[in-house]
């Protein structure tokens, strides 16, 4: 109920940005980089979305701040948009290393990235940052997020969901199933665009999409219950399919997700898996 609610808040209040900074190349960073430094999958998860929403309100001030200069500007003051861009471009791979380190501290992981391995990593990219530096990104972030960091990842929903469909006498094999929805969570964040993609296409029944219907979908794109509920059907399906539409019905019960929903979902990420139309 708590996620459930949580996850409600998140969608009634989406930046029209959301999403912006999940590409696949800045994924990928992340999890290379989570693996390099040995941080376990909530970390990883939990990183890309700090980064995503710290990235995003950063964003939104320096468009707030551009707007307010345009008066300066005129006046002989202020800074260029350009400036203000090149600021978001200078200190990405540095802001993207402070949020996977809040990561490893925020998940109790025994393997917390101290500033000593961050500053190597930095420095093997040729950067020159030093640890006040390292301290003061960290703390941009924390401010920046209002110290609001220890948010929900689709992680948390998998594991809770698997949880509630053992209790409720869903018998499946526990361990295979839960390294399946580790992998297609992974595949579903590395291929991201293209599954929200094919599931508009599904949804609308047409393959060209508006800019309105594009705009609409975003909270479906951001709907952390309906991807969590989407990658343990497709696991099952996988692993189990003669159990795949009690698991399904009880999905739809625990989290009042419809079946079709759950199924079209499952359908967009087994496409892109296979490689084929009809999966």
Known sequence: ?????????????????????????????IFLLS??????????????????????????HICKSSRENVKSREQGQ????????DQIYDTFVLRLVSCIQLASKLSLHYNIVNSDTALKFLQSLK?????????????????????????????????????????NGCLLPAK???????????????????????LLKIA????????????????VKEDFMLLAVGIISTSVFILNPGHWKQVVEHLNCITGITSQSILEFSYAVLKHIIGSTTP
């Open 1 to 29: 109920i708590h996620l459930a609610t949580e996850n409600e808040q998140y969608l009634s209040k989406l930046s029209d940005r959301a999403g912006c900074f999940k590409e696949t190349q800045v994924v990928e960073f």
């Open 35 to 60: 693996e390099k430094w040995h941080l376990d999958q909530s970390a990883t998860y939990q990183a890309v979305e700090l980064l995503e929403r710290f990235m995003i309100k950063q964003v939104e």
């Open 78 to 85: 202020g800074s260029s948009w350009s400036s203000l861009k």
């Open 127 to 167: 950067y020159s940052y030093t640890k006040q530096e390292l301290l003061e990104s960290e703390l941009a972030v924390l401010k920046t997020l209002h110290f609001q960091i220890n948010m929900s990842t689709p992680l948390a929903y998998v594991e809770l969901l698997l949880e509630v469909l053992g209790h």
């Open 176 to 198: 295979p199933l839960h390294q399946m929805c580790m992998q297609l969570l992974d595949f579903s964040y590395l291929t991201r665009d293209t599954i929200y993609d094919t």
């Open 204 to 219: 609308i029944e047409n393959s060209t999409p508006s800019k309105l219907q594009v705009a609409k979908f975003l909270t």
